[in-house]
């Protein structure tokens, strides 16, 4: 299963990290919640504390999931993508990651959700 930044977040927030083991990601998603998890900090919703005990589970996850990149990709395909769906290139990125692989999606990103599910891609919610 390719788990995008929006499912990664939740499953990190509700504290179900191991939910992730084996199972694969790309690393701009480690950039993703780790940007949600200073905006929360900025907007006072989340204590130092928490904020860093977080980016300290966020760290240990990459350790639990595959973890592939921009040259694991066809840009050519995520641009195609992005520019047939209406997606951004980030959340194409995640859905060319899903039909390379033949693997289903986790997100709870509706608009990359329907975009996946018209394109034959299982798709999951956390």
């Known amino acids: 299963m390719i788990y995008d930044a ?15 083991s084996e199972s694969t990601t790309l690393d701009l998603a480690f950039y993703e919640v780790g940007n949600s998890l200073v905006m929360e900090l900025r907007r006072k919703l ?4 928490s904020f860093a005990s977080m980016l300290k589970v966020l760290g240990g996850v990459s350790e ?9 990709l066809d840009a050519e395909r995520v641009s195609t993508l992005s ?6 290139f980030y959340d194409s ?4 990651l899903a039909l390379a692989s033949k693997e289903g999606l986790a ?3 509706l608009e990359l959700k329907r975009e996946a599910e018209s394109l034959g891609v299982r798709v999951i919610t956390v």
């Open 93 to 96: 990125a995640y859905l060319a």
């Open 83 to 88: 520019r047939s769906t209406g997606l951004t």
């Open 6 to 20: 929006s499912s990664l977040y939740i499953l990190l927030k509700r504290g179900e990290p191991r939910a992730l």
């Open 46 to 49: 989340v204590s130092l504390e």
């Open 64 to 72: 639990l999931m595959v973890v592939r990149n921009f040259r694991d």
């Open 107 to 109: 997100t709870n990103d």
